[in-house]
């Protein structure tokens, strides 16, 4: 049973676009959702996060988007760099639950 | 920048070998977890601590075995390697709140 469903599975958008990631949830306990960020060959790390008393989240050139009624909730990379180049996965967080529930995954190119 | 680390980073062995894949933390944090991951795909968790001498299976059926005897260290073991068992592994922390995990830079392991 997949908690968290993550799309696109894979993302190509041109240097300086607006790359766009969406995630669905099934748990109404949920109450963290963090984004990260993996590149080849490392560990993910923690790209940002956001709590659902809030509707949106910026830091730099990333915002999450929090649609609570809907349990959606997606990132949003504009003026996307080939550096952002990466994977990036979803998840969510309840403190009764075991640990994050993470998405599939989204595989980012972006071209120059 | 967290401070969990991975040894070995890559390891390949004959089928039959028994391993072990070390990780540890200098956070003192509480929950420890192992991930499973092929290249690129999705996080599978397959063995998680909450503290010392408390270990539990993941979501992820899993032939390796977990301990942790010291907060700061959370070893798996392979009893007899496969080449199933190929991929990589991915350690993670978190403090007792457990919404933010950090994550080690993980250990590719191929099994001949």
């Known amino acids: 049973q997949q908690q968290v469903k993550q799309s696109p599975q894979s993302l190509i958008v041109q240097k300086g676009g607006i790359s766009i990631i969406n995630c669905a949830y099934e748990?109404?306990?949920?109450?963290?959702f963090p984004w990260y960020q993996q590149f080849p060959g490392k560990g993910p790390a923690l790209l940002i996060a956001?709590?659902?008393?809030?509707s949106e989240k910026k830091e730099g050139r990333f915002t999450i988007s929090f649609n609570k009624s809907a349990k959606q909730f997606s990132l949003h990379i504009m003026d996307s760099q080939p550096g952002d180049s990466a994977t990036y996965f979803c998840?969510?967080?309840?403190?009764?639950?075991?640990?994050?529930?993470f998405g599939k995954g989204t595989t980012l190119s972006v071209s120059s | 920048e967290a401070d969990i680390y991975q040894t070995p980073r890559y390891l390949v062995i004959g089928t039959g070998k028994k391993i072990t894949l070390e990780c540890s933390q200098t956070m003192g944090h509480d929950k420890m977890y192992w991930y499973q991951q092929d290249p690129g795909m999705e996080l599978h968790l397959i063995h998680y601590?909450?503290?010392?001498?408390?270990?539990e299976k993941g979501d992820l059926s899993s032939e390796s075995t977990v301990s942790r005897i010291r907060t700061e260290h959370f070893p798996l073991t392979l009893e007899s390697a496969r080449p199933s068992h190929t991929s990589q592994y991915l350690c993670?922390?978190?403090?007792?709140?457990?919404?933010?995990?950090?994550f080690g830079p993980g250990t590719r392991l191929t099994v001949l």
């Open positions: 956001i709590r659902p008393d809030v």
């Open positions: 993670a922390s978190s403090d007792s709140l457990g919404d933010t995990q950090y």
């Open positions: 601590s909450y503290g010392v001498n408390s270990t």
């Open positions: 998840a969510a967080y309840n403190q009764a639950g075991t640990a994050l529930i």
């Open positions: 748990n109404t306990a949920f109450d963290y």
